[in-house]
């Protein structure tokens, strides 16, 4: 095991599978000569040459339109947006086009593309830098979407979606760049798409969460071990396809659960968990599925605003201490 | 304004009534017209409605209690009324069972400040989760009383309640004697098993009857019943004819588990153990106290306790355990001087055998005609669980002891 950043970890899976396979090339804003706006291509050009890092105009829909059309002619890209906030513009070419064509012409085409970047607030960037994207794309068919939220899950997850034969999404966190944890070294280092992992096991509560919301968690869970309650942590890793069946052995355990999510509430990846939830394990809860997700507005730029409005340690263990029912009995 | 609810006389001829369930927990919400409980009255189990609206603020008499005709069983009234002039002083409700003893007190007041699950329109709030446990405990949620906000019942309340209090929030309390799950296994139902029941049942009601008749040859069997006696002859006991023949089905009956069964809707019970009911007459009618472990027991134990039961039968002193629970009965009645008859199940009994009188009978034995002393005994049996040809082993088993008693002790 090595000690990586977030950000070494991509820079390792990149260079991994652009020395494994020839037609992995990356491209998007500045992420050549720069070496990216968040440094996640570092040292690519000098070793993989103008050829296969290119450098695009800001024009979102324009290379992620290219990177499309060079995946259903046998290459396989790997399309950077400078963070998810500017991939709007793109949203025709990844949901109507890459997700598309595999079931369009009866599989005669696929799509073996890679788009990947920052997604979800950072400090102080304000609403239409703050986004969390992660809905967009689960809701369509056709898209497979990853939220890496550890480095060894970054760089395990990102090598897997490079091999998929279909358009991948791989939701990084900005604040994650510079986390530190180990990243096993030695032989491949790949991560299943569609596998969720319990970071935490526990018996008392169950906290399915995904991306940067995953260290929350673990937060909120060390919190109240102090009191005596046990937290399982669940931390999906891939939105689509999604595990439902680690979710459901950790709630049937539990009987109880919350999911914590960095975006927001209306029809967020928490409320399709507890929609499966409560529709295959209802017998096993003895709680309401609550949500702790971003509150339901435009992302507030001042910076009290910001911190009330991101789900944050309090308000997780208030919903916790609400399924937990203890406030209803003092001393408990 | 609150609103008395009577035991009213549900059948012409009735002079007391026992509440066998209350279809309302206090707290409930009560409108004119619904159904407040289930009367049993000397003829049948009849509804009582509400002739009031409002909430059902406290119920009198408990179920498996009984109340005169007239005598008010519960208060209907509004939240926060006073019903204290109605309910009288110290009008404690009628437990159906006693309260557990070594309950603190502070205990009971921190009960009583918990909502009452069913404060709000009736319906019970409750986790999916504690539904789930109540259902398996047999625990009954409208009596439980939830911690969770607004008074839901979650998990906790029903593990501390199946701990602490089994005895009044049980539903269908095992009464001393009853079975455990470790005295009988249960036989799923096969397709064919629910054709024959259903076919069956349709044809002759409820519980099909068919029957099996075989002769025995009783000669052995009086001998052997002699010498028993002679050897009891000092202890100043005796046995008589239908003992042996109660010890020698109950030994039957341990050989041919499948006659050792009973009907339950959607399985078949296989007991592991063998009840034999012993049908006594008594002065209105019959009854039939069980002697326990018959196949475990030496002809003269099931002697003596016959004996008692059936005198104690005479006397109306039975206690319902005393007569509940057979697994297959037995009725003789030969001292009538019957030679043979058939009887009816008592269910969920699958069997039941009528034995006729031992008399002189012409036989033929290798190839001569000679008097020998039989007996016809006729099985009853429920076609759901027993088959001809199971009867029919049966009996062949039973047959075999009689006219060889040394079989039984095998």
Redesign the interface.
Same mark, same amino acid.
């Given at each position: 095991m090595a000690e990586l950043t977030y950000r070494e970890a991509l820079n390792q899976a990149l260079t991994e599978e652009m020395e494994r396979d020839g037609a992995v090339f990356l491209m998007g804003e500045e992420v050549a000569q720069y070496q990216g706006a968040y440094k996640v291509s570092k040292g690519l050009l000098e070793k993989f040459g103008y050829r296969r890092v290119l450098d695009t105009p800001i024009s979102e829909l324009g290379f992620a339109g290219l990177g499309v059309g060079a995946a259903l002619v046998g290459l396989r890209p790997v399309i950077e947006f400078m963070t998810f906030n500017f991939a709007f513009l793109a949203l025709d070419q990844l949901t109507n086009t890459a997700a598309k064509w595999r079931y369009m012409s009866g599989g005669q085409f696929k799509v073996p593309i890679v788009f990947r970047g920052p997604n979800g607030p950072a400090l102080q960037v304000a609403a239409q830098h703050s986004h969390a994207c992660e809905t967009y794309y689960s809701h369509a068919p056709g898209l497979k979407v990853v939220a890496p939220a550890t480095p060894a899950d970054a760089k395990g997850l990102l090598k897997s979606a490079i091999r998929d034969e279909d358009p991948v999404i791989v939701l990084e966190g900005e604040l994650l760049y510079n986390m530190k944890g180990e990243v096993p070294e030695n032989g491949e280092h790949v991560v299943p798409i569609g596998k969720a992992d319990v970071k935490r096991e526990g018996t008392d509560l169950s906290i399915v969460t995904h991306g940067p919301a995953l260290h929350l968690a673990l937060q909120a869970a060390a919190e109240l071990e102090k009191d005596g309650v046990s937290v399982e942590v669940v931390d999906l890793r891939s939105l689509r396809p999604l595990d439902a069946e680690t979710i459901l052995a950790s709630v049937k355990k539990t009987?109880r659960a919350i999911y914590l999510e960095q975006g927001w509430p209306f029809g967020g990846i928490g409320a399709q968990v507890a929609s499966i939830i409560q529709e295959e394990a209802? =017998?096993?809860? =003895?709680?309401p599925v609550l949500r702790v997700t971003q509150a339901d507005v435009p992302m507030p730029y001042a910076k009290n605003l910001e911190l009330t409005a991101k789900p944050s340690l309090e308000r997780t263990l208030r919903a916790c201490e +609400?399924v937990l029912?203890r406030n209803? +009995?003092a001393g408990r | 304004m609150a609103t008395k609810v009577h035991m009213e006389a549900l059948s012409p001829t009735m002079e007391e009534g026992q509440v066998v369930k209350w279809h309302k927990a206090e707290g409930d919400s009560v409108s004119h017209g619904e159904v407040l409980a289930d009367i049993e009255t000397d003829k049948a189990t009849m509804e009582l409605v509400a002739r009031g609206k409002g909430i059902l603020r406290r119920i009198l008499t408990a179920e498996g209690q009984s109340a005169p005709v007239g005598e008010v069983i519960a208060v209907i009234g509004q939240e926060g009324e006073d019903i204290g002039a109605l309910v009288g002083a110290g009008a404690a409700p009628k437990q159906a069972a006693p309260e557990q003893a070594g309950e603190e007190p502070r205990e009971e007041e921190a009960e009583e400040a918990r909502p009452p699950a069913t404060a709000n329109g009736g319906r019970v709030k409750a986790s999916p989760l504690a539904r789930r446990l109540a259902a398996e405990a047999g625990l009954e949620l409208s009596r439980l009383q939830g911690s969770g906000p607004g008074g839901r019942i979650v998990k906790r309340d029903v593990e501390e309640a199946a701990e602490r209090a089994p005895a009044p929030a049980r539903v269908g309390v095992p009464a001393p004697g009853a079975p455990t799950e470790k005295d009988y296994e249960e036989i799923p139902l096969s397709q064919m098993r629910k054709t024959i029941a259903r076919r069956l049942a349709e044809s002759i009601g409820p519980v099909p009857h068919y029957f099996l008749t075989i002769d025995l040859d009783m000669d052995r069997a009086r001998q052997a019943r002699a010498r028993i006696n002679a050897l009891l002859d000092e202890r100043g006991e005796k046995i008589s004819m239908n003992d042996l023949i109660i010890r020698a089905v109950a030994g039957a009956l341990r050989q041919h588990p499948a006659v050792n069964s009973a009907w339950h809707g959607d399985r078949i019970r296989r007991w592991r153990r063998v009840h034999v009911g012993v049908a006594v007459a008594v002065e209105e009618g019959l009854i039939t106290p069980v002697i326990r472990d018959a196949d475990r027991k030496g002809v003269a134990e099931i002697a003596s306790e016959v004996r008692e039961l059936a005198g104690r039968a005479r006397a109306k002193k039975l206690k319902p355990e005393e007569y509940t629970g057979a697994t297959f009965s037995v009725s003789n009645l030969g001292m009538f001087g019957i030679h043979e008859f058939t009887a009816v199940i008592n269910p969920p009994e699958a069997g039941s055998l009528a034995v006729g009188q031992v008399e002189e009978h012409p036989v033929v034995m290798n190839g001569q005609v000679v008097v020998r002393p039989r007996m016809w005994a006729t099985m009853s049996c429920d076609h759901r669980v027993i088959d001809g040809a199971t009867g029919a082993r049966f009996l062949q088993t039973l047959k075999a002891m009689l006219e060889e008693p040394a079989a039984i002790l095998l």
């Open positions: 009987n209802f =017998d096993w809860l =003895d709680a +609400r029912y209803g +009995r | -």
